[in-house]
């Protein structure tokens, strides 16, 4: 019956288009657009973006024996089952709360739990609602942060960590929750891998023929929150990355506190230093710069390498 609704005005509007002179015909499909298509697509973007904004692909794996990595459910708030990985590393001093970004799961994340093992640090990745294994779907900025502080609590109350010796970190969406939960935590750091300023200057950029600034539900406002973060920041971005350009970095170290560090690396958004091929055939993604961006990381946090139980890929 709908499809029968929006035939009757379609077949009217093409035998206006064909009773117009050919001059104004395009002038006439243009004026159609801005009152009738456009007007659906930005209801349509109002109504949907939080399927566009947290999207997790692909299957979610066990993980590999050899890491050592016990598989944990924790149950948030309001009843959701967020699934997460716990790396426990020997004679660990720090621990990592990790933050991934979009379009991924935890199983996705070897590359950077090798470099966690090299670093000799502990670390927990949680798939948020919606993600891999967890129950649910984000619909809301609240609920993701209700993820985020979900796994800080099974840090702190369950794992008994002092909050002191845990790292905070986010890469790209997920510094944004990484921000939040830093916010008034006297924690040893926080990593801010890249990440936007906030998420209604990247939608400018990459929608800017839609009127964002009404349009968006979520603002995930970084730089602005960075402001209440006490801890040493640390920044770490590509100066090829065309996806949240290096200009985010720059702001964010500059609305930091400090002591506050900024870490340039190579590749495209989809590189990192923990990686070991090179993502979308970008050839940036350079072992050296990798090496060196690491090294320069753990200086920072105090860390030294851990090798006696890393195993290179």
Known sequence: MLTGIMFIPCVVIEQYIHSVSDMNKDFTIVILFVLLVYPLLVVAAKHTQSYAIFQSRGASFTPPKRLAIDEAVLTTPDGERLHAWWLQTKDAKRTVLYFQGNGTNVSHKIPRLKTFRKMG??????????????????????????????????????????????????????????????????????????????????????????????????????????????APVVIIHSVEDDYIPFLHADRLFEAASVPKYIIATTGSHWDSFDHHWTAFGS?????????????KLMEILSLEQHYGTYHPP
């Open 121 to 230: 640090i502990n670390a927990l990745l949680i798939d948020y609602r919606g993600y891999g294994k967890s129950t649910g779907r984000v619909k809301n900025e609240v609920e993701i942060y209700t993820d985020g502080l979900t796994a800080w609590n099974f840090l702190t109350a369950e794992k008994g960590i002092d909050p002191e010796d845990i790292i905070i970190w986010g890469r790209s969406l997920g510094g944004g929750v990484a921000t939040e939960i830093a916010r008034f935590k006297d924690i040893a750091a926080l990593v801010l891998e890249s990440t936007f300023y906030s998420l209604d200057e990247i939608a400018k950029r990459q929608y800017w023929f839609l009127p964002t600034t009404w349009l968006l539900n979520f603002h995930f406002e970084n730089g602005r929150k960075l402001k209440q973060v006490t």
């Open 283 to 295: 050839g940036s993604n350079r072992p050296g710069d990798r090496e060196a961006s690491l090294s």
